[in-house]
């Protein structure tokens, strides 16, 4: 992931999350990413699957921080206990990829998977899909 020329973060050891009608989201160890850059934003989310999400902004020197950038679930739901604290970050804000291939973000403005060339849709959050 980059900001600008920034790199946020670089990993091979990225989690890749599949959900219903959704294209993957990778979420990435905290070793892998470059913890200086963010800051806790207030307010959480609840999944019913992956539990209690915290959110993320990103704060590079010389620009105002990033708002609504990563998110993770620092205690989820034991299924998915594999990203206890781990890190995905929204593709609509960040230059994200995937094995050298630009990623475009989940249509609809809300969910944060990230859309490859392999992905068939229909997808959640495309026109029509009323974000089932």
Known sequence: ???GP????DSTRALRVVETASPPTFYLPPADLDSTVLIAEAGS???EWKGRASYWSVAVAGSPPLRGVAWSYPDPNPA???IAGWFSFYPARLR????GQRVRPQPGGFYG???TDDI???VKGGPGTSSW
């Open 1 to 3: 992931m980059r900001l």
């Open 113 to 115: 998977g990230w859309m």
């Open 120 to 122: 068939a849709g229909p």
């Open 80 to 82: 998915f206990a594999a």
């Open 45 to 47: 989310s609840y999944c």
């Open 96 to 99: 994200c990829e995937v094995a």
């Open 6 to 9: 920034r790199v946020i973060a």
